[in-house]
Structures are given as structure tokens and as C-alpha cells.
């Protein structure tokens, strides 16, 4: 299937810093990929989905300034968490969408989630 | 009240029995309903995926199985392995329109497989 990479796999970082969280579609072009936080316990939380060469839309209560996010190429879109507080911390998993799925009916794949902890 | 409900919420069996787990939804008509498997720490990874017309999708020892009147979806694993300890995630993909991302999530159930 389909592969989607995450990097870094988790991250320490001190308050008041800025953690960039890659991820990549590595066999096909995602035109589309999305990122979702999940606390211990809890669903997947959709936090904003990113268009290849246009803003991100975000979701609800999601702070736009606060986290970062670039899809500069169809197989990079990046999450920068800007200021963290250790509020941040938790799992962070992005998922692409392939437009032309092999499958036709898997479209959307996850990466393997980076967990971020802010001291 | 959450769109897609999962039971249990935890579940512990001895390796080698099997087990259903269960999934209602509210979410009707639908584009597709997954299972994922989660292990603790990683994405999750899709097990089965059906359309709303579909009634079972098997996987190996995953079978998924649909009933739409009574809005219900289960997932069966046969002859449990250690390696089936995760949390299995059922997911609903609204009809066309809107962003992709809006998959509408359960909440999981976690499995744990004891020897």
C-alpha cells in the first residue's frame, strides 16, 4: 500500500521553542494532506487540511499563527509548531490523500504519528 | 452524542480465541466505513474499508462486516495473536463534499491479547 513517512518520530523540545514535523507521501502525490493531534485515550482530532500550493484551512478552535503549516511541494506538507507549551504536547499523525488511488476506494493514508513533548 | 460509537471501549482475550468488536453510527447514507488498527505510538492502519453497499470485507483473520438498516458495523478477528493488541479505530466517510479529512472518528477499542 501506500506510504506516508513522519519525521522526526518524536521530539523534547523546551517551552517557548518551535518543532517542525515533516511529512511525506513517498510513492505517489498528494495533493492534499491533512494533520490531526491526538491526546492519550482520544480520537484522532483534525486540526487543518493542507492544499498544495494554497493556504491551509484549519479547523475550529485550531490557532492558524500557532501552527504552521506549508505544502510547498505534492509530497511535503510540514507542521510548525510555534511557542510550544507543554499544553502542546502530544501525538501528532498526518495523513495524505492520494488522488489516484490504485484502490479505488482507499484514498487517505496516515503517516506513523510524531509524539511531541514539551518540557 | 458521538456520530460513530464504538463497544467495548476495552476488551482483554487470551491469544488464540476470538472477538467482535462493535460500531454504530449515525452518519447514513455514508461514502465509506473503515476499521484501522492502531498500535500504541504509531498511525493507524486501515484493516478494511466498505461502501455503503457492501455487507462483509475480510483481511486475513479482519473481517469486517456492514449492516445498514440497523446501522451497524462489526469487526471480527479470528485466532487472536499477541500482535492484535492495539486499539481498533472504526471511521465514517461522509458522503461526497466537504474536505477528505472530515473522516468522522470512534473512539476505539482497545484490545489487549494476553497469552
Known amino acids: 500500500g501506500a506510504v506516508v513517512s513522519q519525521h522526526p518520530s518524536w521530539v523534547i523540545c523546551k517551552s517557548g521553542t518551535s518543532v517542525k514535523i515533516e511529512c511525506r507521501s513517498l510513492?505517489?502525490?498528494?495533493?492534499?494532506m491533512f494533520w490531526y493531534r491526538q491526546f492519550p485515550k482520544q480520537s484522532l482530532m483534525l486540526m487543518a487540511t493542507s492544499n498544495e500550493g494554497s493556504k491551509a484551512t484549519y479547523e475550529q478552535g485550531v490557532e492558524k499563527d500557532k501552527f504552521l503549516i506549508n505544502h510547498a511541494s505534492l509530497t511535503l506538507s510540514t507542521l510548525t509548531v510555534t511557542s510550544a507549551h507543554p499544553e502542546d504536547s502530544s501525538f501528532y499523525i498526518c495523513?495524505?490523500?492520494?488522488?489516484?488511488?490504485?484502490?479505488?476506494?482507499?484514498?487517505?493514508?496516515f503517516g506513523p504519528g510524531t509524539r511531541l513533548l514539551v518540557l | 452524542k458521538n456520530q460513530v460509537e464504538q463497544s467495548p471501549q476495552s476488551l482483554i482475550i487470551l491469544e488464540g480465541k476470538n472477538c467482535t468488536l462493535q460500531?454504530?453510527?449515525?452518519?447514513?447514507?455514508?461514502?465509506?466505513l473503515r476499521w484501522y488498527k492502531q498500535d500504541t505510538g504509531r498511525g493507524p492502519v486501515s484493516l478494511t474499508i466498505?461502501?455503503?453497499?457492501?455487507n462483509t470485507k475480510s483481511n486475513g483473520r479482519y473481517t469486517a462486516t456492514l449492516d445498514a438498516d440497523t446501522k451497524q458495523s462489526s469487526l471480527h478477528i479470528t485466532a487472536s495473536q499477541l500482535s492484535d493488541s492495539a486499539s481498533y479505530i472504526c471511521v465514517v466517510t461522509p458522503p461526497y463534499g466537504g474536505s477528505q479529512g472530515n473522516l468522522i472518528f470512534g473512539k476505539g477499542t482497545k484490545l489487549s491479547v494476553k497469552p
Open positions: 510513492d505517489f502525490q498528494a495533493t492534499t
Open positions: 460500531c454504530n453510527y449515525t452518519v447514513s447514507p455514508f461514502s465509506n
Open positions: 495523513s495524505a490523500r492520494d488522488p489516484l488511488p490504485k484502490n479505488h476506494q482507499e484514498t487517505q493514508y
Open positions: 466498505m461502501t455503503f453497499s457492501e
